[in-house]
């Protein structure tokens, strides 16, 4: 073949192998012949690069064979099934100046391909679905990367009102915003990681943290939650015309709620009455003392236990796919008091100590509902990375029987709340297991006006 493919002029032969796949080059040059003609043809690299990555504006001079050789190390990185190889070789990554690159330019001018331009008011952040934007970048974005889509994540968790569509395409939208326009569904995306049982672990704490024992936060379990959980309160409010209830989670609003003591509301009485020496309340850094809202939802037993071991499973690195089953929704009122202060632990941030507390819970909507009628308690630490863990267990006939896990999403007595998972208070591998948050909405524990809700 080598033979026959140098009798062609070298304008023919370059144009033919400016088609090869980067990847293949290297291939080609078993063939001494052409392996010259591939080191003397210094336009090859550059025309190959054009044609598979990004076309060049101009600039300063480039290194089109180092560049090239970049991308397919870059690229082969990143498709790697080794989550530990990527973070090592993100050095490696391509260059790239602005001015060269044109698929840069059209980003920079499609500055809102996000939806997050200057004409809706919202601001731009770093998201890891922004691979789906450039064909052309999407394997070399560093969205992959696991440390970068946590930040993504975070972002949008503390930024609220959670995606719940990606736009089928961004051809012919310069203005998409992916908190309201219509395109591919996420809850259904985001219900298959929050179910999926295999992320409970002891070392995961069977919380919304990363599963290697650190207590780190998981913020894409994070955001999961939240996208669950808004979908199923949004669905509760229209089918009941429940609007005029005060159901909507705290993070309704951009960035609203987030920053530590943000939480405001009306001093109940006997905080003034009382010497502020001798009360416990008084030396609880959380606010835990006073009424929450709670959110739980769940699947039915028979779906969840078919979704996570039915014959068909994925292989344990791969995600599972997306499901669309409804979910029941509770809301329950929680009144609770703080009952102890102790130093941290062993494994405890050192900040702030631990507050235990107790407490009760009844259901709200529905009005009736045994399971959510119960003695409460549990307690709220620092991690070792000082977010906000809340533990807490519903006690029936003093015994306990479901726990949950969750973080206070932005800090100390934040007003946007805990969001988790609950789940049964033996670590059940088969469940069950689903998301819940709670919000506090009086700092008076007898507050009745939280007591009944009538949809």
Known sequence: MAYNLLQLPAEVLHSILAYVNPEDLAALRCCHTID???????????????RHYDVALGGPQIDWRTQLQKFVHFEKTLLSGDEHIKPQHASNQPDEDPSTSEERQKLDRDNDVMGYGQENGDEAPASAMSAVESPARTKQSFA????????SAELHCLYGVPIQHLPRSS???????LRTSKGVKLHPYARSQVYDLRQHTQRSLWGPFEGDGSQKVDWEKVECLMIILSYN????????SAHDLDLIPPWDQPFEGVTPYSLQLPQRSSEIERPLSLSIDSQDPYGVTGVWMRVVCFLDYRELFTFNFSEDQPLPSEPRPPIDTEEAIRFIVIKMKAMRIEE?????????????FEGVSSSALPPVD???????????RLTPQAEVRWTTFSVFQGEERWRSEG???GGVQTARGIIGFWFDKDFDAYGPAGPTAFWKVSNDPDDESWSLLEA
């Open 36 to 50: 010259d003609f591939i080191n003397n043809d210094g336009l090859l690299f550059k025309d190959i690069y054009h």
């Open 144 to 151: 992959v990367y696991r440390q970068l889509r946590q930040l």
């Open 171 to 177: 051809k012919g939208s310069h203005n998409h915003n």
């Open 233 to 240: 309160i949004q669905r509760f409010v229209d089918r009941y």
């Open 344 to 356: 941290p632990g062993e494994h405890d941030g050192k900040g702030l100590p631990i507050v235990h």
């Open 370 to 380: 045994p399971n959510a009628n119960s003695k409460i308690r549990g307690s709220v």
């Open 407 to 409: 973080i206070q999403v």
